[in-house]
């Protein structure tokens, strides 16, 4: 169970962002929208290093932050100028008080 304290990183939850070109029809960009801010515990969980099959660094995190309704795979968390890609949420107890979150962060 993650504590209040522990809480000490300001993320942004972003969602993704849809433009109309001229005719009005919908088209997906790659603009983000704020869909949230939070207080969170990052953790570092595993990383691996670049090699023929996957030519980028990668670290895994788990993200734990109060629950947060709406929450979905398509969006991404930011902290400062790193990105974290969502690959699983899980409700803690299922009790809608906590939940974490299994991120990418891709290293250049």
């Known amino acids: 169970m993650t504590t209040i304290g522990k809480l000490r990183h300001r993320i942004t939850v972003e969602e993704p962002s849809t433009a109309r ?6 088209n997906p ?10 207080y969170a515990a990052i953790e570092p969980v595993s990383s691996n290093e670049p090699n023929g099959e996957k030519p980028e660094a990668q670290t895994t995190h788990r993200i734990t932050l109060r629950y947060l309704s709406g ?7 930011k902290l400062g100028s790193r990105v974290f890609q969502i690959v699983g949420i899980r409700n803690i107890d299922e009790r809608n008080i906590w939940q974490e979150v299994t991120a990418i962060e891709r290293l250049h």
């Open 71 to 77: 929450l979905s795979h398509d969006q991404r968390i």
């Open 29 to 38: 960009s790659d603009t983000w929208a704020t869909f949230a801010e939070r």
């Open 21 to 26: 070109d001229e005719t009005g029809q919908v």
